[in-house]
């Protein structure tokens, strides 16, 4: 009889599946997946379809990625970060920030080798680690200011640490590394000779005074970081999968071969509206930031109103809070309450932790706010049942 892998064995259904499905069921308000309830900006989609029809979009795109695209990326590195990549031999496109993350550890990281993650971490990081037959390390972030130790860090680097997972703005506690963190990492990875596999796909989602510094722009880091990004957070356009990986072109070589044996190509016509957003004034990411300033002290006012303290997110969509005051169980348990008997749903950070390290996020759910102001105001009104 056929038995599956061991290497997906120990795998079940996903947390994003199971309160996807239990929020269909009890028709609750859905704030567990980062999926925005509102399109694509419709100038976008515009040339989306305008590809579509010119006749020449409808075949394989290059392997790499359309011209016109890679160009675009390199242009944004540019334009916002002052980075000089080189557009041909710098950038590959992928399907999506995950395919470039899995083409990443995959091309650049051998079995045996030991890759650091920081906790808590989305959920595609670690299979992918132990797939490739690389060991994780896990570095955790501690609430309620969800900083790591230096001495943890430190002390997670060995003679076999290969790579660094870094996630910043962070996913799923709405950190922004700063600075300073930034370069402790990097003397680390620099004195260990570690390459640092940086997911930027929030980018662009900043509050206050927070400022996205991509680890590649230190001293020093250029030549040993693959950066990954996507649209799908940035225009609102997650069904399209459009992402990309770029750097040093000795660093990106290592992700493209790997990428072209998992799809080769990356929808084409997709890419060319994409291109397009990228070169979209700045004007652009300042209302699409005011925009989810609104929908953050939305989702902040009805947390606060429903007896849950939690950290003010400094980027992304994400709210991690604390349900210990209304609530005495597990997070998982609270999700499964909350969906049920209040309509609202929410995701159980338990899979984003090491068993050893699960304690920390015991008393914490992740809620998105990626979503319409009437509907936020909608789960705002359920919510506040928790505190009667």
């Not at 980075?83 to 590959?92: A, E, L, W």
């Not at 670690?126 to 943890?152: C, K, N, R, S």
């Not at 997110?313 to 991690?320: A, Q, S, V, W």
Request: hydrophobic share 40%.
């Amino acid at each position: 009889m056929s038995r599956i892998a061991r290497r997906v064995s120990a795998y079940g259904t996903t947390v994003f599946t199971e309160i996807n499905d239990l929020s269909q069921q009890y028709n609750a308000i859905n704030l567990g997946q980062g999926k925005p309830d509102f399109d694509t900006p419709p100038e976008i989609v515009a040339q989306a379809a305008a590809a579509l029809q010119s006749g020449s979009s409808n075949q394989y795109a290059p392997g790499n990625g359309v011209p016109a695209l890679r160009k675009a990326v390199a242009d944004h590195a540019a334009r916002f970060y002052g980075m000089q990549i080189d557009p041909m031999r710098g950038v590959v496109i992928t399907n999506g920030a995950s395919e470039g993350i899995f083409a990443s550890v995959v091309g650049l990281v051998d079995a045996g080798d030991e890759v650091i993650v920081i906790e808590p971490y989305f959920d595609l990081y670690v299979p992918t680690i132990t797939m490739t037959g690389a060991t994780p390390v896990y570095v955790p972030l501690h609430p309620p200011q969800w900083t790591f130790a230096p001495d943890e860090l430190r002390a997670a680097f060995s003679p076999k640490t290969r790579a660094l997972i870094l996630n910043t703005p962070q996913n799923p506690v709405g950190r922004v590394f700063t600075y300073d963190e930034l370069k402790l990492i990097a003397d680390l990875c620099i004195e260990h000779d570690v390459t640092v596999i940086s997911d930027e796909v929030y980018e662009h989602l900043l509050f206050g005074s927070a400022q996205h510094i991509p680890i590649a722009t230190l001293p020093g880091m250029f030549e040993r970081t693959v950066t990954l990004s996507s649209g799908g957070k940035t225009f609102s356009s997650t069904g399209w999968k459009i992402g990309w990986a770029y750097g040093h072109p000795d660093t990106v070589a290592g992700v493209a071969r790997a990428r072209q044996f998992i799809t080769f190509s990356v929808h084409h016509s997709s890419q060319e509206a994409i291109a397009f957003a990228l070169n979209l004034p700045g004007t652009y990411f300042e209302e699409f930031r005011a925009m989810y300033e609104r929908k953050r002290q939305l989702m902040m006012e009805a947390l606060g109103r429903a007896g849950l303290k939690f950290f003010e997110p400094e980027g992304t969509y994400f709210i991690m809070a604390d349900f210990s005051e209304v609530f005495a169980g597990t997070p998982t348990e609270f999700a499964r309450y909350l969906t049920k008997e209040i309509g609202v749903s929410a995701i159980p950070p338990e899979t984003f932790y090491c068993a050893e390290h699960q304690h920390i996020g015991k008393n914490y759910i992740r809620f998105a706010f990626c979503k319409s102001d009437a509907l936020l105001r909608a789960a705002g009104e359920r919510l506040a049942r928790l505190r009667r």
